[in-house]
């Protein structure tokens, strides 16, 4: 069986905010269940997926903001 998560523990997991995780939920870009109440759970290994994936899209998107940086001279003109 796997793990299931609340809304606010898979927020504490991605270090992003309850109301993000819902909103990510709504957009079907985090899968998760729903009780009769309506109050969603996570599997951890979604919110695990969602977190390495976000931490590999922001690494790429600064590294290409450096490379853009140097193409252009920034370094050298801040020194």
């Not at 992003?16 to 939920?25: D, M």
């Not at 079907?28 to 951890?44: F, I, M, Q, Y």
């Amino acid at each position: 069986m796997d793990l299931t998560l609340t809304v606010a523990e898979a927020a504490v997991l991605m270090n992003v905010s309850p109301a993000y995780v819902v909103k990510l939920i709504r957009d079907g870009k985090l899968p998760a269940s729903a009780n009769a109440n309506g109050t969603h759970t996570v599997a951890r290994r979604d919110a695990e997926a969602y977190r390495l994936k976000a931490k590999r899209h922001g690494r790429k998107a600064l590294e290409e903001l450096a490379r853009q940086s140097q193409e252009v001279g920034l370094y050298d003109k801040q020194r």
